[in-house]
Structure formats: structure tokens, C-alpha cells
């Protein structure tokens, strides 16, 4: 059972360069969702999705761009790295907001 | 504003101690739903419960138990007799509508750390 899957899972950029980072979930989801974690902050969330060709912003949206140009494919593009993008980013997917999220592994990020 | 509040950064017990993580949220919404995560040292995010805003019955897992209060908006989590696997950081989340949108979307709290020593 594969579940969510995040590629990759660690990253260095340099300040400047773009990135983007896949989830993948085989469980026909709705519901995508992106978060940072960051220490002392919890999970913020960065964009989401409730299906496919439809996305929202959530706490944190600026610097980051996302597309669900399939249902199973959720991609969160960082366009111009900076350091405060260093973070830990984990890709969430749903059957509905108000079901129980299931989590892919996190992709550790630096910003250099 | 902060809608879901963990006021405990972190908590030490010795094993074998209750203890228990406070969970306060805010919502405009009529129907909703809480949510306890736990992410241990190895970073991936577990689900644990989920309970619905119309449903005050206190739950129990094991050793896990869950109070939900809408009165004092918390849905606190009690570990009894904890053991050193328990530690990890939790988090509670909240999911709310959009109130432009209609979607629905998972807010996090900062989470609990805990620590449990032999």
C-alpha cells in the first residue's frame, strides 16, 4: 500500500532556484493538502486542493505555487528559493475535509 | 487568529504517569470536526481520532482517552500509564469551512511534546 508519496525526500537549493516537489496518493482522494512544518510552529498550511483542476490558499500561500492537474498528483512549486523556505514540507490527501487526513513521509528542504 | 491552541510546548513524565494534552479551539462553524495527530521521533505523522462537533461522548482506546467539551471548546487527550514509545510531538487540528470558498481545510495546532523517560 503505497498511500502518499513525496519525491523527494530531501532537497539543497540555492537561493534563486526553483523547485517542485510531487505528491502522489493511490487512494482517490478529494482532498490534497501542502504543510510546512517549521519548529515552534506546528503545521501551517500552504495550498490545498478539493479535487482535481481546483485550488485554494491556506495560511502561508506566498512564494509557493501549486497545480492538481490530476486527481492522484498534487505539486507544490517553490519559483524563486528563499532561506525562509527552509522547512520540512508534508503532503496531506483526504476523502473529504472532514475525514482524517492520511500524511505522505515529508520532504526536508534547505535553502542555502 | 490562532484557531487551534496547544498551550503545552512540551510535558515530562516518568513512565507509568497520566498525563494529559490540552487542546482549545476556535470556530464559527455549527458542524465540525477535531482530529488528534501523533508525530514520533521518526517524522511521520500518524492519525489517531477523529470526533464530530454533534458528539460528546468521551472516547477510549487502550490507553488512550479523548474529553470533548464544547462548553470550554477543548478536546483534551489523556495517556494513562504511559511508556516511552508514547513519546512523541501531538497535534490536534481542527477542520472549518471556508467561509468564501465552502472548502474545507485542516488547521494544525503547534503541537505537544512529550516526553517519556524510563
Known amino acids: 500500500n503505497a498511500g502518499v508519496t513525496q519525491t523527494p525526500k530531501f532537497r539543497v537549493l540555492k537561493t534563486g532556484q526553483s523547485m517542485t516537489l510531487l505528491c502522489a496518493q493511490d487512494?482517490?482522494?478529494?482532498?490534497m493538502y501542502w504543510y510546512r512544518q517549521d519548529p515552534g510552529m506546528g503545521l501551517r498550511l500552504i495550498h490545498y486542493?478539493?479535487?482535481?483542476?481546483?485550488?485554494a490558499k491556506g495560511e502561508v500561500p506566498d512564494g509557493y505555487n501549486v497545480s492538481r492537474l490530476k486527481k492522484q498528483n498534487f505539486l507544490l512549486g517553490l519559483e524563486s528559493a528563499a532561506p525562509s523556505q527552509t522547512s520540512v514540507y508534508f503532503c496531506a490527501s483526504s476523502y473529504g475535509g472532514t475525514r482524517g487526513a492520511f500524511f505522505g513521509q515529508g520532504t526536508r528542504l534547505t535553502v542555502v | 487568529a490562532q484557531k487551534v491552541t496547544q498551550a503545552q510546548t512540551e510535558i515530562s513524565v516518568v513512565e507509568k504517569e497520566d498525563v494529559t494534552l490540552d487542546c482549545v479551539y476556535e470556530t464559527r462553524d455549527t458542524t465540525y470536526y477535531l482530529f488528534w495527530y501523533k508525530q514520533p521521533p521518526s517524522g511521520e505523522l500518524v492519525f489517531l481520532i477523529r470526533r464530530n462537533s454533534f458528539d460528546e461522548q468521551n472516547e477510549i482506546s487502550g490507553r488512550y482517552s479523548w474529553n470533548f467539551q464544547k462548553s470550554t471548546s477543548s478536546f483534551n487527550f489523556t495517556i494513562t500509564a504511559s511508556q516511552v514509545v508514547d513519546s512523541a510531538v501531538y497535534f490536534c487540528a481542527l477542520s472549518e469551512v471556508n467561509g468564501n470558498t465552502g472548502f474545507q481545510k485542516l488547521v494544525f495546532g503547534t503541537g505537544t511534546r512529550l516526553l517519556v523517560s524510563p
Open positions: 486542493s478539493v479535487g482535481e483542476g481546483t485550488t
Open positions: 487512494m482517490n482522494h478529494e482532498y
